[in-house]
């Protein structure tokens, strides 16, 4: 960055993409506004290979050009160029990544105020706008500028009680205006800040091409400089990271900050748990921020997240939103929360929000501050002292461990912020359903632990009813796989507290070997393999892709599973009497089959479902069984699991499972 604008009191400094994917531009500049996107590698290049906006079809028509950095030297200083804006054009840095999040630092920050410096070259005029929570602009100062200069604006933090952006756009006059460097900086008379440091703590499994990239970008970050102290990386696999190709990359870059840890597979919550206790046992950061292996990240972000979490009030925290991997423009997770009256989390904002269809300035609900109660381990900034106080996760393997641990520390006052302008892009479970696999065991037995520790109600609200509808849902569809994977997470639970670190190194090998005891416990990928099919689902009619209404459903559920209680067709049981779409294949749908072939969620293959009323009758019983069971056992259960709470999470505690002590 440029040596003519310091980096003291430096909050969030404008970026630009480093990649040529134009799936992220609108994360960064307006794509309502900007014109030119141009960045070169040395000077020579300006005239070859400048950016420009070609009317071709009555429609701006972008070209990329290089996305390198344009190294000048003048007096001897160096200088990077953000972006050129073509004269008479205007550019707009009113994105995701470039606004400033005025709200959420008003709301939990020590900051009183915000100045904004942008340094340009070239006849502009700069215009700083913002925002209120309902999502109303504002236009609040502007400036007309000349030459190479840096422009400053004071801008207060008064008005941002429920929520509000600031902003800035740069109009380009008789000549192209190059803007060198941006940023948004602590006023002067806000408190001094902590001087707090992170570790990165990664847990990877056989992922060595995503992660040995996510470490380079990281290490080759001047952003993360000053703030980043170790990466732990554990390793969990079988194909180990430090024999993968990009392997080397990753040292070059990070160099004795890198730490690889190889382990037994003990799932996110071994892996992470792991890095807290070696951020913890180093005693030189004062963060240890989790990521997720499979992901790309801003590494800017990184550096936010760590001023913010330094400006803060309290003790925090700090999380990072989710984008899509495959569809970059796709904002897939802004803040979650728990429902805790059916304890089952979920998104407290409207999901995937793609920006390219709906800029920042377009998309009111963006503009309210929303408060999290938890946020993923995909991007999760916690403070040590937060670790000491509380311990490390829950030993969950996968599964709830996020959303437990910031339900712990909202019970110790400590909040989880999930940060605009921090965020990674991540494999999206959109294409996924893990409430049928082997995931399933963890779903239902974490859910179950983590309410009998955090719920506020006695008797756990309507979890224990919840637990017994998806059941049924679930038999009426005849995955008696994943049922029967349930009923083992309610047989764990109801055993207690004392084995649950115990279990965790071989329960996934013993639901495994559950699955394969069932027809649905297995995708079919090969056509070879695939059962006869009588008919082709043509699609459903759309009265069928409805729920149909309380009244009718009862009426629908009664039915079905006196349905399930008779034999079916023997023929049906050697072929499939229809294949149907995974988005097709609905509760109030499947139970009209006796055998029904399904598409699973991500197209790689499909799930053979069988009709078979004395698995249906028995799992059923013991359906019902387990629902009074907990209905009946909850308090005495919740007694005791939070008595053995903090041997489950204290690091004494995971040092033996983990083979340390």
């Known amino acids: 960055m440029s040596t003519t604008m310091s980096s003291e009191g430096l909050l969030q400094r404008v970026i630009v993409p480093t990649t040529h994917d134009p799936d992220v531009l609108p994360l960064y500049l307006d794509a309502d506004n900007w014109t030119s996107f141009a960045l070169y590698q040395d000077a020579d290049q300006l005239n070859s290979q400048r950016g420009f906006l070609r009317e071709d079809t009555g429609q701006a028509t972008i070209r990329l050009t290089s996305v390198n950095t344009l190294r000048m030297v003048e007096g001897g200083a160096d200088t990077t160029a953000l972006l050129d804006v073509p004269r008479g054009k205007e550019v707009s840095f009113g994105t995701y990544f470039n606004a400033f999040p005025a709200s959420y630092w008003a709301r939990w920050t020590s900051i009183e105020g915000v100045q904004l410096r942008v340094e340009t070259d070239g006849p502009a005029t700069v215009i700083v706008n913002r925002s209120n929570a309902r999502g109303i602009t504002q236009r609040v100062e502007s400036k007309r500028v000349a030459g190479r200069a840096t422009t400053t604006f004071d801008l207060g933090m008064a008005m941002f009680g429920d929520g509000g952006w600031y902003w800035f756009d740069i109009m380009a006059e008789s000549e192209d205006c190059r803007v060198l460097e941006a940023g948004w900086y602590a006023s002067a008379d806000s408190p001094a800040p902590r001087t707090g440091t992170a570790s990165v703590g990664i847990t990877t499994f056989n992922r060595a091409d995503y992660c040995t990239q996510l470490l380079a970008d990281i290490g080759n970050s001047p952003s993360v400089d000053g703030v980043l102290d170790a990466v732990y990386v554990v390793d969990q696999g079988t194909q180990k990271i430090v024999e993968a190709a990009g392997y080397g990359e990753a040292v070059a870059a990070l160099g004795d900050k890198l730490h690889v840890i190889e382990q037994a597979n003990l799932g996110g919550s071994g892996g992470f748990s792991r890095s807290m206790i070696e951020t913890v046992q180093a005693g030189t950061s004062d963060y240890v921020l989790l990521l997720d292996d499979d992901i790309a990240i801003e590494p800017e972000g990184i550096r936010r997240a760590v001023t913010f979490a330094n400006y803060a009030t309290d003790q925090m925290i700090v999380g990072g939103h989710m984008f899509d991997m495959y569809a970059k423009s796709v904002l897939h997770a802004f803040a979650e929360g728990i429902d805790d009256r059916n304890f089952m ?137 994943a049922v029967s994977a349930r009923h083992e997470a309610y047989a764990n639970v109801l055993k207690g507290p004392r084995g649950i670190h115990a279990d965790m190194p071989t329960r996934q090998a013993k639901v495994r070997a559950l699955a394969a005891q069932f027809s649905d416990g297995s995708v079919i990928r090969s056509k070879a393999d695939m059962p006869e099919v009588d008919e082709w689902d043509n699609g459903l009619p759309n009265y069928r892709r409805n729920p149909p209404p309380r009244m009718v459903m009862r009426a629908t559920v009664a039915k079905y599973v006196l349905r399930g209680l008779f034999r079916p067709n023997r ?91």
Do not use: C
């Not at 629902?627 to 690091?651: D, G, H, I, N, T």
């Open 345 to 481: 989390w979920g998104p407290v904002t409207p999901s995937r929000h793609d920006f390219t269809k709906s800029n920042l300035r377009q998309t009111k609900w963006l503009h309210r501050r929303v408060d999290a109660e938890y946020n993923g381990w995909w991007m999760s900034l916690i403070p040590v002292s937060v670790i000491k106080e509380l311990g490390v996760s829950q030993p969950f393997f996968i599964k709830w461990d996020d959303a437990e641990y910031s339900l712990r520390a909202a019970e110790h006052g400590i909040r989880t912020v999930s940060l605009p302008g921090a965020a990674v892009w991540h494999v999206s479970w959109v294409d996924k359903d893990d409430s049928q696999d082997w995931q399933a065991f963890y779903h239902a037995r974490n859910r179950l632990v983590a309410a009998l520790l955090r719920s506020q109600y006695p008797r756990g609200g309507r979890l224990p009813l919840a637990n017994l509808a998806t059941d049924v849902r679930q038999l009426l569809s005849m995955q008696y796989f």
């Open 571 to 661: 023929h049906d049981q050697e072929t499939a009497e229809m294949h149907i779409a995974f988005e097709d294949a609905k509760w109030w749908v499947v139970p009209s089959f006796d055998s029904v072939l399904i598409s699973n969620a991500e197209g790689s293959g499909a799930i053979w479902h069988k009709r078979d009323p004395r698995l249906f009758r028995k799992l059923l019983l013991r359906s019902i069984g387990y629902s009074v069971k907990f209905a009946v056992r909850w308090p005495r259960l919740a007694r005791s699991y939070r008595a053995q709470e903090k041997q489950m999470v204290s690091m004494t505690e995971w040092k033996k499972t983990l083979g340390l002590s």
